[in-house]
């Protein structure tokens, strides 16, 4: 099993930067597709940003497009979300997410929430206006 702990959410002001981290248990993290969501009470969950597993492909929802970088090190188990201009409506619970990528994909990165395998607990970013 996997096991991803996120960390490095927050209360930050509008405007501001947070970098958030994910650390994956295991020695196969070099094996899988990671991602990024986040769920906002009463919305649903939304990809943000995903990530292949050597870090050559990247994908990001129009709407951190700019603004977020994901990033990983394999050699560290650790995938990054990096959020600068941080706004209001960012606020939200955010999950990190492993897909071990036993089949292939229609694209190098994985997209679907359905897909991936594993989850963290996630950490709160809050963003004050």
């Known amino acids: 099993q996997v096991q991803l702990v996120e960390s490095g959410g927050g209360l930050v002001q509008a405007g501001g930067s947070l970098r958030l981290s994910c650390a994956a248990s295991?020695?196969?993290?070099?094996?899988?597709?990671m991602g990024w969501f986040r769920q906002a009470p009463g919305k649903e969950r939304e990809l943000l940003a995903a990530?292949?597993?050597?870090?050559?492909?990247?994908y990001y929802a129009d709407s951190v497009k700019g603004r977020f970088t994901i990033s990983r090190d394999n050699a560290k188990n650790t995938v990054y979300l990096q959020m600068n201009s941080l706004r209001p409506e960012d606020t939200a619970v955010y999950y990190c997410?492993?897909?071990?990528?036993?089949?292939?994909?229609?694209?190098?990165?994985?997209?679907?929430?359905?897909?991936?395998?594993?989850w963290g607990q996630g950490t709160q970013v809050t963003v004050s206006s």
């Open positions: 295991g020695r196969t993290f070099s094996s899988y597709n």
């Open positions: 990530i292949s597993r050597s870090g050559a492909s990247i």
């Open positions: 997410a492993a897909d071990a990528v036993r089949t292939h994909r229609i694209a190098a990165t994985t997209t679907r929430a359905d897909e991936y395998d594993y």
